[in-house]
């Protein structure tokens, strides 16, 4: 997990796995810095994946990354 900057970035642009739909954080803190004149803080939290298919249970791989990152958000509340 990394800490998320405030910035610009041209990961908006639709990829095959994108579809338009995903913002880089970098982004969203900058149009909350720019529209409300601060960025709260904010963290990355990225999940590995390896099939992008349909289907009604996570690899073995995203299911372990899903562990991590509940772990992970578990702590960062914890520690507020």
Do not use: Y
């Given at each position: 997990?990394?800490?998320?900057?405030?910035?610009?970035?041209?990961?908006?642009?639709?990829?095959?796995?994108?579809?338009?739909?995903?913002?880089?954080p970098?982004?969203?803190?900058?149009?909350?810095?720019?529209?409300?004149?601060?960025?709260?803080?904010?963290?990355?939290?990225?999940?590995?994946?390896?099939?992008?298919?349909?289907?009604?249970?996570?690899?073995?791989?995203?299911?372990?990354?899903?562990?991590?990152?509940?772990?992970?958000?578990?702590?960062?509340?914890?520690?507020?």
């Open positions: 997990m990394r800490r998320a900057k405030s910035g610009c970035a041209n990961s908006n642009r639709p990829g095959p796995r994108n579809h338009g739909s995903r913002r880089d970098r982004t969203v803190l900058a149009l909350a810095r720019d529209v409300f004149g601060r960025a709260p803080k904010a963290w990355w939290l990225t999940i590995p994946a390896v099939n992008f298919n349909f289907g009604e249970e996570l690899s073995p791989q995203a299911q372990q990354g899903f562990t991590s990152a509940l772990e992970m958000i578990q702590s960062l509340c914890r520690w507020r």
